[in-house]
């Protein structure tokens, strides 16, 4: 599976942005999502991670509360809204897919070596 991630910029703290993931090439719904970012300098984290049948989903504690992620099966998608952005997000985020039964989101999924394909990354950056 391909996937590109978009919707990434230049904002304020406080604003909000929609990250999405298009994924092309074999069945989507196949596959448990995830999101991670990486500062410079800093190894690649978790973000969120959302289940194929998009039942379940968990969060970084550093997010939770303020990102939600959610996919549409049908238009091959998986989406990150960030609201309530703080400097501190501002990294490289990246989408991820993995083999998973339908409503787990898979072992150690906040782990980035247990994902198969990833996205290019698309850059957040957030003002203070």
């Known amino acids: 599976v391909q996937l590109q991630a978009s919707g990434g910029g230049l904002v304020q703290a406080g604003d909000s942005l929609r990250l999405s993931c298009a994924a092309s090439?074999?069945?989507?719904?196949?596959?448990?999502m995830g999101w991670f970012r990486q500062a410079p300098g800093k190894e690649r984290e978790f973000v969120a991670a959302?289940?194929?049948?998009?039942?379940?989903?968990n969060y970084a504690e550093s997010v939770k509360g303020r990102f939600t992620i959610s996919r549409d099966n049908a238009k091959n998608t998986v989406y990150l809204q960030m609201n309530s952005l703080k400097a501190a997000d501002t990294a490289a985020y990246y989408c991820?897919?993995?083999?998973?039964?339908?409503?787990?989101?898979?072992?150690?999924?906040?782990?980035?070596?247990?994902?198969?394909?990833w996205g290019q990354g698309t850059q957040v950056t957030v003002s203070s």
């Open positions: 959302i289940s194929r049948s998009g039942g379940r989903t």
């Open positions: 090439g074999r069945t989507f719904s196949s596959y448990a």
């Open positions: 991820a897919a993995r083999v998973a039964s339908y409503s787990s989101l898979g072992d150690y999924y906040t782990q980035p070596g247990t994902y198969t394909y």
